[in-house]
């Protein structure tokens, strides 16, 4: 068998076969240089021993099953008609694919390299799935063009993954998968990203452009360090053992965060509008800069728990109380940052959701509306102020219809009222010096309202220029 294949392909392109079998073969010494397999070509569990494929032509199906690589195998600008499949197969040296084209996909399942995995310069109309296997050493994958869907699930990488300028038209996976080493992520045009379940064990550095990323699961022990443009990203009961980094472009999004502890998370200019932060742990730790937006309600940022319960009230999926202690850690991380502007939106949260909810007591609640609807909470200045100016023009109109024995003049009578509210005197000698009973009571009511109500338009402008 090993002097037929050398004979016969001693002559570039001089060996065609149709269907061939090769199962359970030894084969050793052969170059099958540019052999044409114009059938389905089996090799499964063929031992091979210093082979080489240069310029082969697979145009129907080829299975290398429980084949034994015994040293490095290349595989040299071949042209695969149909799907590429090696599966429980084991490499002792090398597995190279060095260009080539692929238009029925390239298959590994449940595989072993104990050498390197590369696939470089590889055009793949169709999947690429190294799923299931163990490497030893390097696996890249450079210079990938890929129509369909790079699938690494299930994989355990001991050393590092290197994914250099590779596109990927559908879905990239490492669910599941390990890897031992720091990644480098520079793929382009995938859509999708599912990492869920995937341990790293080395740090992950990597920029998502288009893409929308799922870690649920997922294990940064060494952290992180992810870069999104135009894409959207879910750390949902996600690990990370070190201090980690999420940058966006202020379109970007994070979706969630959901079981996950935050207090090692920086995020920077990402939009949060979206993001579900129920169950988070640690979420006074967390670190916000730059432009991270959150949805709107009037006039004020909010979670989307808030906007999910105004949606719909009768939801037991989230209540107001469990709302108001995510506003309540959040607050303090923006605190602790001294970010105190910041703050105050979700200040104002936490109360909003206090006051709506029927976990508070009733005489509590009922001093949150009059909080609410006097000052904002002493976060609306110009609440508190028209507050202040319908309480002058109240007290001005009282004293005008009963408080002095006698009528003084309306702008007199303002005068007063308006010195009764920063506690002065008045001076004026046309004003009428005996009060009722009734004009005692309003002076006494604007001595002590009209500094609340100053203090609080004070307290509102403190809130939202202190540094």
């Given at each position: 068998m090993e002097q037929v294949f050398h004979a016969a392909t001693g002559a570039e392109g001089r060996a065609t076969f149709g269907k061939a079998d090769f199962e359970q073969a030894q084969i050793?010494?052969?170059?099958?240089?540019?052999?044409?397999?114009?059938?389905?070509?089996?090799?499964?569990?063929?031992?091979?021993?210093?082979?080489?494929?240069?310029?082969p032509r697979f145009l129907d199906v080829a299975v290398f099953n429980d084949a034994l690589f015994n040293d490095t195998v290349i595989f040299r600008q071949g042209l695969f008609g149909g799907p590429f499949k090696v599966q429980d197969a084991i490499f002792k040296g090398d597995l190279i694919f060095d260009g080539g084209e692929s238009s029925g996909g390239i298959i590994f399942e449940e595989?072993?390299?104990?050498?390197?995995?590369?696939?470089?310069?590889?055009?793949?109309?169709?999947?690429?799935?190294?799923?299931?296997?163990?490497?030893?050493?390097?696996?890249?994958?450079?210079?990938?063009?890929?129509?369909?869907?790079?699938?690494?699930?299930?994989?355990?990488?001991?050393?590092?993954?290197?994914?250099?300028?590779?596109?990927?038209?559908?879905?990239?996976?490492?669910?599941?998968?390990?890897?031992?080493?720091?990644?480098?992520?520079?793929?382009?045009?995938?859509?999708?990203?599912?990492?869920?379940?995937?341990?790293?064990?080395?740090?992950?550095?990597?920029?998502?452009?288009?893409?929308?990323?799922?870690?649920?699961?997922?294990?940064?022990?060494?952290g992180f360090a992810i870069t999104l443009k135009r894409s959207e990203l879910s750390l949902e009961r996600v690990y990370t053992g070190k201090p980690s980094t999420l940058a966006g472009d202020f379109v970007s999004a994070l979706s969630s965060v959901r079981e996950t502890a935050v207090d090692d998370l920086l995020i920077v200019d990402v939009d949060l509008s979206g993001c579900s932060f129920l169950g988070a742990h640690r979420l006074d730790k967390l670190r916000l800069e730059g432009d991270c937006t959150f949805g709107s309600y009037g006039n004020r940022r909010v979670l989307a728990e808030e906007h999910v319960w105004r949606s719909d009230r009768s939801a037991t999926s989230v209540s107001p109380r469990r709302i108001a202690d995510l506003y309540r850690q959040l607050r303090k991380a923006q605190e602790d940052s001294?970010?105190?502007?910041?703050?105050?939106?979700?200040?104002?949260?936490?109360?909003?959701?206090?006051?709506?909810?029927?976990?508070?007591?009733?005489?509590?609640?009922?001093?949150?509306?009059?909080?609410?609807?006097?000052?904002?909470?002493?976060?609306?200045?110009?609440?508190?102020?028209?507050?202040?100016?319908?309480?002058?023009?109240?007290?001005?109109?009282?004293?005008?219809?009963?408080?002095?024995?006698?009528?003084?003049?309306?702008?007199d009578t303002l005068i007063h009222v308006a010195q009764s509210t920063v506690s002065l005197e008045t001076k004026l000698s046309s004003l009428p010096k005996?009060?009722?009973?009734?004009?005692?009571?309003?002076?006494?009511?604007?001595?002590?309202?009209?500094?609340l109500l100053l203090g609080l338009t004070l307290l509102a402008v403190r809130n939202r220029v202190k540094r």
């Open positions: 050793s010494g052969v170059n099958f240089r540019s052999v044409v397999f114009r059938g389905q070509v089996n090799f499964s569990e063929v031992q091979f021993r210093d082979v080489i494929f240069e310029w595989s072993k390299v104990f050498g390197e995995a590369a696939f470089v310069g590889l055009e793949v109309k169709g999947s690429v799935a190294l799923e299931g296997m163990e490497c030893s050493g390097l696996v890249e994958l450079t210079d990938v063009e890929i129509s369909g869907d790079l699938s690494l699930q299930d994989t355990a990488f001991g050393d590092r993954l290197v994914l250099d300028r590779v596109s990927v038209a559908g879905t990239t996976r490492l669910s599941g998968g390990k890897l031992q080493r720091d990644l480098d992520l520079n793929l382009a045009f995938a859509r999708n990203y599912a990492l869920a379940g995937t341990v790293f064990h080395g740090r992950v550095t990597g920029t998502f452009d288009k893409s929308v990323v799922d870690c649920m699961g997922a294990k940064f022990e060494e001294k970010n105190e502007p910041g703050a105050a939106d979700f200040y104002y949260g936490e109360m909003e959701m206090r006051r709506h909810s029927p976990a508070t007591p009733w005489p509590e609640r009922f001093i949150l509306h009059l909080y609410w609807l006097v000052s904002g909470y002493g976060l609306r200045a110009l609440r508190a102020l028209a507050t202040l100016a319908v309480l002058i023009a109240v007290a001005t109109v009282g004293f005008l219809l009963g408080g002095f024995k006698t009528t003084p003049a309306f702008g005996e009060l009722t009973p009734f004009g005692e009571v309003l002076r006494l009511v604007m001595r002590v309202l009209g500094p």
